[in-house]
């Protein structure tokens, strides 16, 4: 068993590491971090590099830093995030050959956000967790708790492990980009 933090559209080699494990346990109580843009940013690749996609949050009023969680923390309508991101994902993965048959599974996550809404980011990474596990075909249970007194492998501060290189489609002019979200690599692979 592996203990996981959470994260929005993860690299692909959380999704690796995930594969490996017949049961994991993403931990959406960890405490927040302001650091910690992995919760609610990932990256894809554009024309020109390596693009960071973020889903503004923003913290409840009334809570101390010190006991606030990720699961505490709301998105936020700011920016239309939700018109910009798949646009750009479009713009950076249009020509890929499996775009138009994936990015229809992902389009109920871009649904627009009102003001005051209570969407945690938590309940967002968790869909967006479930919308990918189903794309890919991953068969690992995830866990509602961690289970007192088993034996687990803890990621939660830990890097991923490095996966292998996958054929991406600026290869040629960009060279192999790592670290990318698993969307990356739906999108110029499959599953």
Known sequence: MAVLPPRLFAAAEYYDLMSRYQAVYIDYGMRYNKRDKAVHRYDIADTRGRLALT???S????FSSGC???ADVTVSAHGRWWEVQPVALESAY???PFFEYYIDRLMSLFAPRTPGSDETITSLCRRADAAIRAI???KTYILAELPAGVPFDDYRNAPMPASAPYRQLRQ???GFIPGLSVLDR???TGR
Do not use: A, K, Q, Y
């Open 172 to 174: 040629s002019e960009l």
């Open 55 to 57: 889903v503004p949050v």
């Open 68 to 70: 606030l969680t990720w």
């Open 186 to 188: 739906i999108f110029n």
């Open 59 to 62: 913290r409840p009023e009334g």
């Open 136 to 138: 890919l075909g991953l």
């Open 94 to 96: 249009g020509g890929t």
